[in-house]
């Protein structure tokens, strides 16, 4: 498979794993998995021809991880970015000092007025390194890279998750905690 191809079905997995297994006629169990012989199926049915190795390649060599095989490999689910309702059970984690967040420029003035809101998603998503963070915000328009006192918001109450590609989640960050982060 040329990266092309992976890409698409990455993107369609993301669709049907996230936001709508009813595309293909599958159901996620309350942890957000399915039964891999299940998902190719609906995606055979559906004309996408994936072979269970094209599965897992796209699986390993995906550039976020995003998606996870459960031990006996006998299941499949989406590390994180749900719209319809799983319970993930990611374990509750103490963040580092720092966590960061890219976002379009448009959006800046409404974040330090508000904080950071899930918007669609479960949760806000928060990242370690600056490049992630910045490819993020680089999604919709020319981003901002924002710096948020993770540590401090831990020690105030907030709960954080860690999901197993080290995506940092939590459900809200009032503006006091953010900063636009200098030299950018
Ligand atoms: C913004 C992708 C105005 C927020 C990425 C973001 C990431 C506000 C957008 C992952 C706001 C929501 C998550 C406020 C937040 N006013 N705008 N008060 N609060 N926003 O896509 O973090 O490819 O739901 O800054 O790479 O951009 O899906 O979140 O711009 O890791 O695996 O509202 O999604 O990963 O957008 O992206 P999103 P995100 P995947």
């Known amino acids: 498979m040329n990266e ?3 890409k698409k ?16 006629g599958i159901e996620l169990d309350d942890q957000g998995w399915v039964s891999v012989s299940e998902l190719l199926d609906g995606l055979n049915r559906n004309k996408m021809n994936i072979t269970i190795e094209m599965l897992q390649e796209v699986v390993v060599s995906n550039d976020k991880q995003r998606f996870v095989f459960s031990d006996d490999e006998s299941q499949i689910r989406a590390n994180q970015g749900h719209s319809v309702s799983v319970e ?3 374990e509750e984690a103490i963040p580092p ?18 904080g950071l809101l899930k918007m669609q998603r479960h949760h806000v ?10 490819a993020v915000g680089a999604r919709r328009g020319k981003p901002v890279l924002l710096e948020i006192r993770s540590e401090e918001m831990h020690r105030d109450g907030f709960r954080f998750y860690v999901t197993p590609n080290n995506v940092w989640l939590t459900d ?3 503006a006091k905690y953010i900063q636009i982060a200098k030299d950018q």
Not at 97 to 114: C, N, W
Not at 125 to 134: A, N
């Open 172 to 174: 809200h960050v009032p």
């Open 9 to 24: 079905i990455s993107k369609f997995l993301s669709l049907v794993l996230r936001h709508k297994p009813e595309e293909i």
């Open 4 to 6: 092309k191809q992976k």
């Open 88 to 90: 993930l059970g990611y």
């Open 97 to 114: 000092q720092i966590l960061r967040h890219g976002t379009p420029e448009k959006f800046v003035s409404s974040i330090m007025a508000d």
């Open 125 to 134: 998503h928060l990242h370690v390194d600056i490049e992630t963070s910045i």
